[in-house]
């Protein structure tokens, strides 16, 4: 079983529904991110959260320490919210990450 | 301020060759980590650096190492090349625990 599980792989939606992507892991963590992936490679870090809940225009990521699950929502989806999203996990040193598989979200106009 | 540079962004080399990859930070972050991303594997930790030191290193063999230099720019090499080492190799910089930010990555490809 892997450590941090994403789900679901994949995710088609029309343009202005509401998204919502999990992340669940199985060890102790001091950090979770989340990450986006554009075709051509480059990443993005969306999030860095140890507890609660955090909101960057559109979107809004919380995390269960208690329960070991972290979930990402995009509000309005757009065409451009087209990406991989990765969960990635840190059971000690911030940088140490360990990834999910990641979740390709297509949103279609 | 300029982002996270690595280079080259493409690289092909034969098996049993070696390679070097540079990355460099933005100005002022200390702390260098390289990350794998393959199609089988995914995205795997590598290296992490912090003032020329190496803090932590992934489950990796010995072919790949790394280092910092002084003005935090970061290296890693990877000796006696296999098909499996072809992915891209991602270096990320950070100004603090809660922040992370990444290059562009160098795409190596092994023949």
């Known amino acids: 079983k892997n450590e941090v599980e994403q789900s679901p792989q994949n995710l088609t939606a029309q343009e202005g529904e509401f998204i919502t992507i999990n992340c669940s892991y199985s060890v102790g963590i001091s950090a979770l991110h989340w990450l986006q992936q554009h075709p051509g490679g480059g990443i993005v870090s969306l999030f860095m959260?140890?507890?609660g809940k955090k909101k960057h225009g559109r979107l809004i990521a919380t995390i269960n320490i208690q329960e070991k699950h972290s979930s990402l929502h995009i509000t309005a989806s757009h065409p451009r919210d087209s990406a991989v999203y990765i969960c990635?996990?840190?059971?000690?040193?911030?940088?140490?990450?360990?990834f999910g598989s990641g979740t390709q979200l297509t949103v279609l106009p | 301020k300029a982002g996270v540079t690595q280079t080259p962004r493409y690289l092909i080399k034969t098996r049993g060759q070696q390679v070097t990859l540079s990355c460099s930070p933005i100005?002022?972050?200390?702390?260098v980590s390289w990350y794998q991303q393959t199609p089988g594997q995914g995205l795997q930790f590598l290296f992490e650096y912090f003032s020329e030191t190496q803090r932590n290193k992934g489950n990796f063999p010995g072919r790949f190492s790394g280092r910092q230099f002084s003005n935090s720019r970061s290296e890693m090499n990877v000796s006696t090349l296999e098909l499996g080492d072809s992915a891209l190799y991602l270096c990320?910089?950070?100004?603090?625990?809660?922040?992370?930010?990444f290059g562009a990555g160098t795409r190596l490809s092994v023949l």
């Open positions: 100005s002022g972050h200390r702390s």
């Open positions: 990320a910089s950070s100004p603090n625990r809660d922040s992370l930010y």
């Open positions: 959260l140890s507890s």
């Open positions: 990635a996990v840190s059971p000690g040193s911030a940088r140490q990450l360990t």
